[in-house]
């Protein structure tokens, strides 16, 4: 006897009722109202994140372009500053080469005279 009394609880199952089934639904839909709300909050700071680092990268594109006119500027006072060395260079050169044939012909006068 025992044995039928827990087969037969066993089978027992409650059947739904209309009213169970709708408050099932109400539950589900307010539980998807909150999460499309939590999302659309994370959503919102997601945007607000990505407006801050656009605006942060405008920035650093104008500086960008600023150190860009000023690599520019210094490449020209660097073209301009090698071409006053190469002048410079040559002139001390030419005057290297002007003292030594004088160097020589003093040693040489000097030879004659001693």
Known sequence: ML???KRNERKKTV?????????S???LTLAV?????HMEARFDG???RLGGVEGRLGEVEQELRGVSRRVGSLEEKV???DETLSAVAKAVDKDAVTIL???RRIVKLEKVRA
Not at 15 to 23: A, D, F, I, N, Q
Not at 33 to 37: A, N
């Open 46 to 48: 997601v945007e607000n």
């Open 79 to 81: 073209e301009d500053m």
């Open 3 to 5: 044995f039928t009394m």
């Open 101 to 103: 044939d004088h160097e």
């Open 15 to 23: 059947s739904p009722t209309l009213g169970g089934v709708v408050k």
């Open 33 to 37: 109202q909150s999460g499309f709300k």
């Open 25 to 27: 639904v109400q539950d």
